[in-house]
């Protein structure tokens, strides 16, 4: 497990070594917990993400059941994500019915911007934990008045990792990057764009302050995802959201 959040990451998979030293080989990853040990963290970590799939299935099924088209948004911290739904929200209220899940670890900041734009929302606080699981969208469903045929929104907590692993039961992740935090973010942390369907770079009315390379920024997430579809967006000045807003409305 993750020592730090608990979120089930292998320890097996941890390499150390210094710039220009080769790869090391797997069994010298330079980790030091036994065969048994490790074989306890893969059980743990299979119980964990196979609960948690078991929940997302379910999840899956009522979304499925009520033609609810649910997007689980996910980013760094301050990425733009709550800025990027209240934007969505005003663009298409009249249009589509739509909801917000918010996950942060603390306050109802999100969910009360969100509330102010007049839709359905519900914030989720995970305490010390890093990511939304399928168990907590499950409950907050419970006190979301979901029409049929709307857009759910799930603002997951800003991470760029440990949300990659929970299937929250959604039709597609959204990872969203801004300009001001460095083209090289897909090659980093590669599980999380592997896992997304579709990426915001947000923020590009800075791009003139910024040294943000988009045309590397796509190229680096499509390597690591040769299906990522990207939508070059500013949440501030409204700039590029028409094609992300088609994009919404193509998929319900
Ligand atoms: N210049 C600029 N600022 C933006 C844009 N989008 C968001 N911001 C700003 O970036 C900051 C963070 O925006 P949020 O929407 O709160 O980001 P978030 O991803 O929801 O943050 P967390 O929920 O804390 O992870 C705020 O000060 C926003 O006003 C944009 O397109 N351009
Ligand atoms: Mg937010």
Known sequence: MCDSCGCSQPVNSVTI???????????????????QAQGRVVEVREAVLGKNDGIAAHNREFFKERRIVAFNLVSSPGSGKTTILERTIRALREEIPMAVIEGDQQTMLDAERIDATGVPVVQVNTGAGCHLDADMVHQALHQLDLGENSLLFIENVGNLVCPAMFDLGEAAKVVIISVTEGEDKPLKYPAMFDAASLCLINKTDLLPHVDFDVARCREYGLRVNHHLEFFEISAKTGEGMPAWLDWLRSQI
Not at 17 to 35: L, N, V
């Open 17 to 35: 070594r210094r710039p220009g030293q080769a790869m090391p080989a797997p069994d010298a990853a330079g980790h030091h917990h036994s065969h």
